[in-house]
């Protein structure tokens, strides 16, 4: 719930941090072969969530999903968000947690809530 690990690894500026920090403001991240990209921005935590069930729909051969949390038992947001992706996703539930490092962190913070999203490979 704050930006400052996103400015202290360069990703916002100074004054990004304090006007998010202002409006309320969470970044949508992507990670794509490791690199940490922003995708969008949205306003609240619960719209958050509603952003990561509707960026699962942009994969249309999903063969496994998984959640990414700070901490090994699972918070409330994370049961939400299990539950509501089993619900859309049966062949794919129960959906794992698994905990993120303090590499991922030191970008994120210790409140950052993401997916794993796999595809397959290629032919």
């Known amino acids: 719930d704050?930006?400052?690990?996103?400015?202290?690894?360069?990703?916002?500026?100074a004054s990004q941090r304090i006007l998010g920090t202002m409006l309320g403001i969470k970044p949508f991240l992507m990670m794509e072969e490791g690199d940490i990209i922003p995708?969008?921005?949205?306003?609240?935590?619960?719209?958050?969530?509603?952003?990561?069930v509707e960026f699962i729909g942009e994969f249309p051969q999903l063969k496994e999903i998984a959640i990414l949390q700070p901490v090994s038992h699972p918070t409330n947001e994370t049961v939400l968000l299990q539950e509501r992706l089993s619900g859309l996703f049966?062949?794919?539930?129960?959906?794992?947690v698994l905990v993120y490092g303090p590499v991922l962190?030191?970008?994120v913070g210790p409140d950052g809530l993401g997916l794993v999203v796999y595809e397959g490979m290629e032919d």
Request: glycine letters at 6%.
């Open 39 to 52: 995708a969008e921005k949205v306003r609240s935590r619960e719209k958050g969530l509603d952003k990561l």
């Open 2 to 13: 704050t930006l400052d690990y996103l400015e202290r690894s360069g990703r916002i500026s």
């Open 90 to 96: 049966p062949s794919l539930a129960p959906v794992p």
């Open 105 to 107: 962190a030191s970008h």
